[in-house]
């Protein structure tokens, strides 16, 4: 996977953290900072794998715009990876 | 009680609410990345299932990191457990390692960072010590 540095896309360690604590079951539980900037690149993986894996979809099929039918069909394998 | 009850409901709704609205946002940058990587383009459902996909994703990863963290008798979640929660897909598993290990390396290079600069200023104030630093800059220099 390509170095992306110089982009401006991606999760906050901030968000990451509040979209954790949300699930949390015991109110004690915290994420370490390098946990919350690892988490919030697993995350901008999971997106790019998405939407890529969709366009790849999408393209197979000849098409220019990548739909909901396209993610469907990428899904499940996409859950099994993560 | 009650009221109680369902203001705290009503909270975590609003929360939920702006933390979906955050993910979506995020997701929207990331997918224009690979619009443009990729000379493809995205329909607006498409963007808003990822994004829908990638919340619920969030519990599940969350519920696993307590669970490890817990395992693991601590409750400050830590880089192995998410290194742990990668562990499905090698290449996955070999991204998130190297990128945890890009952020220990940064680390000390913090650490080693303030220390120098401790040293030196501790340096000025007794010559002893500063003969010390002195020297010690020196087998750097060698090494």
Do not use: W
Request: proline share 1%; hydrophobic share 35%.
């Amino acid at each position: 996977m390509e170095e992306r540095d110089g982009r401006a896309g991606g999760f906050r360690k901030d968000t990451v953290d509040r979209l954790l604590r949300l699930h949390f079951r015991d109110g004690r539980t915290r994420v370490n900072g390098d946990a919350q900037l690892l988490m919030a690149e697993m995350l901008n993986v999971f997106v790019r794998e998405a939407a890529a894996r969709a366009a790849r979809q999408a393209q197979t099929e000849d098409l220019e715009k990548v739909d909901i039918e396209h993610l469907e069909k990428v899904l499940p394998q996409l859950l099994l990876d993560f | 009680m009650a009221a109680a009850a369902a203001a705290g409901d009503e909270e975590r709704l609003l929360l939920t609410q702006r933390l979906k609205a955050a993910v979506h946002y995020t997701v929207g940058c990331l997918c224009q990345e690979v619009e443009e990587d990729k000379d493809i383009r995205f329909s607006k459902q498409s963007i808003a299932a990822i994004s829908e996909i990638t919340f619920r994703q969030c519990e599940t990863f969350a519920r696993d990191l307590e669970m490890f963290a817990r395992h693991a008798k601590r409750s400050t979640i830590n880089t192995e457990d998410v290194k742990l929660l990668a562990r499905r897909s090698s290449s996955l598993l070999k991204y998130i390692t190297q990128k945890s290990d890009e952020l220990a390396s940064s680390n000390l290079e913090q650490k080693e960072k303030r220390k120098k600069k401790s040293s030196a200023a501790k340096g000025e104030r007794t010559p002893g010590e500063k003969e010390a630093a002195v020297t010690e800059n020196e087998d750097s220099n060698m090494s």
